[in-house]
Structure formats: structure tokens, C-alpha cells
């Protein structure tokens, strides 16, 4: 074959495998964000086209095609494999890459067992709190005499500050304390679920109506202030994992029950997969509540616009995370 119909028939390959080289070699990171409006090569088509490219380098040099073409190849051939063999990230870095993009990617493509999620713990939460404010007695129906006693001592406002009071080593045991409780609750909610979606229910349900009779309660009787400033600041986070944990627990549920055209078992592999992805994101967040409600919640010198308003600042900072975190990427699955 003469050059020239060589170069005819696969210089729009060439073009094309250049072009995904220049969009991909520069900045993975910005290559990925922009993937959505990308519409050249994709990058499962690139271990063939680099397998063809290199069979015709080695053919245009057998053929002793010119100098320029044969040197254009060879180029084409090395930035190929400079690419496709670049080593890692660091551990570090792909830990960062899946807390900032793949986390938040991976809870919205739950979002239908997240909106269920969140009605089953919000919806009975927001109401025991309505009815126990209506009808204080209604408490006693649902929590014991001595666990309200609990509470009351402990977001009495008489004896907040001092109750709150805590030396430095007090506090690392409690973040201790707090991180095994937080946790414990995360992984009750999302492993339940593997008893038909039945158990996370139940964990849902019950979590939302002990903290609205809870809140309900102490809101009554005059303690909401000492309450609602002890929770705040760290309410975003761990009430987010619960019902996070909540989604994945429904998923495994749903799977179980109905795996649609994947085998039951091929359901409940994948949905256990995605799940433990979604553990180690929501890992993170209870370990950050219990850092907060460690260090910051207790401390009782804080002026109450600033607690309030870091509270908002982190309700906002964690929402915008779950929902435009790794846009422009590939769904999760």
C-alpha cells in the first residue's frame, strides 16, 4: 500500500487517539470533571486503539514509509504508554478523590432509597416532637420516668454549664465514647437491612421517635435552650450518616427481596459492595461528629451566635457536598 492511502485511511484514528491525549495526559483530575461534555474517544476504547496504533507504527516502518510519519507514530505510541502506565496516585490523594467525588457520586445514586431513608427518619422524628409539645404527657408513653429524669438533669439550664464541664483528658475519653456509640448506630442501621430491609426499618423508626420525644420533651418543660445548643454543632454530620447507613441498609433489603434481572445473589454481592463503599464515607462522617460533639458541643464558653451559626455553616457545607460533590463525573454504582 502507497503511503499516501495509508495516511488517508487511518490519519482520523491518529487525530483521534491525539486529541484524547491531549484532553487526558495534562490533568486527569480536570479531564474527569469535564467527562460529561467530552465527545471523542472514551477511554474503554483506548487499550484497542493503542494496540492498533502500535501495529502500525510497526507496519509503516517495515513498509519504509517516510521518516515524519514513522517519527509522528513512534510519538503518539510513547504518550500513549506514558498515559495508560502513569503510576498511581498516592494512597492520600485517592482517599481525597473518593471523600470529595465518589462518596457524594455514590450516595445520589441511592437517592430512592435515600428519600425513603429520610422519611423514615425524619417524618416520626418531626412528628413525636409536634405531639409531645401538644401533649407533654404523651413522653411517658414512650421513654421511661427514669430515662426522662436522664435528660432532664442533663440539659437542666440550671446546671448546663457545670454539667458540660469537662478537663481536656474527659474529653478525649468521651470522643472515645462518642465514636463507638456513633458508629454502633451506623452499622445497626445499614447491616439490618440484610434482614429484608425489615431490621433498618425498624432501627430508622426508632432512632427518629426517640430523638422527637426526646427534643419533644425537653422543649416542654423549658431545657430546650442547653439541648438544642449542645446538638447543633454536630447534628449534620451524624444525623446525615444515619440516614446515609439508612439508604444502604434499605438497598441490601431491596435486594434480597427484589433483585430485578440479577440473580439474588449477584443483587445482594453488588449491593453489599456498594454499601461498603458507602460505610467508609459514612465512617468518616461519625468519626467527625463525635470530634465535634467532643471538643465543641460541650464547651460551654462558646457565645451562642457563633455555635448556632457554625451549626448552619456545617448543615450547609455537608449538604453541598452530598449534592454537587464529583458532578460531572460517571454515576457511581
Known sequence: MRQDSFVARHAAEWDAFERWLDARAASPWRARRHRSGWDGLSDEEIPSRYRRLCQQQALARRRGYSPQLTARLQALMQRGHAVMYRPPPPPWRRALLFLLAEFPRLVRAQRGCLWASLALFALPMALLFALVLRWPELAYTVLSPSQLAEMESMYDPAGADLAFQRSGQTDVQMFGYYIWNNVSIGFRTF???????????????????????????????????????????????????????????????????????????????????????????????????????????????????????????????????????????????
Open 191 to 333: 447491616a439490618s437491612g440484610l434482614l429484608a430491609g425489615v431490621g433498618t426499618i425498624f432501627v430508622l423508626l426508632f432512632n427518629g421517635v426517640f430523638f422527637g420525644v426526646v427534643a419533644g420533651h425537653l422543649q416542654a418543660i423549658g431545657h430546650g435552650g442547653p439541648f438544642w445548643r449542645f446538638v447543633v454543632g454536630h447534628s449534620a454530620p451524624e444525623l446525615t450518616a444515619i440516614v446515609i447507613a439508612g439508604a444502604g441498609g434499605l438497598r441490601l433489603g431491596l435486594a434480597l427481596v427484589a433483585p430485578g434481572p440479577l440473580r439474588r445473589v449477584d443483587a445482594v454481592v453488588q449491593a453489599g459492595r456498594d454499601g461498603g463503599r458507602l460505610c467508609i464515607g459514612i465512617l468518616v462522617m461519625l468519626v467527625f461528629a463525635a470530634f465535634v460533639e467532643a471538643f465543641w458541643s460541650s464547651t460551654g464558653a462558646i457565645p451562642d451566635p457563633v455555635r448556632f451559626g457554625v451549626g448552619g455553616g456545617l448543615w450547609l457545607l455537608v449538604l453541598l457536598w452530598l449534592w454537587r460533590g464529583g458532578r460531572g463525573g460517571v454515576d457511581a454504582r
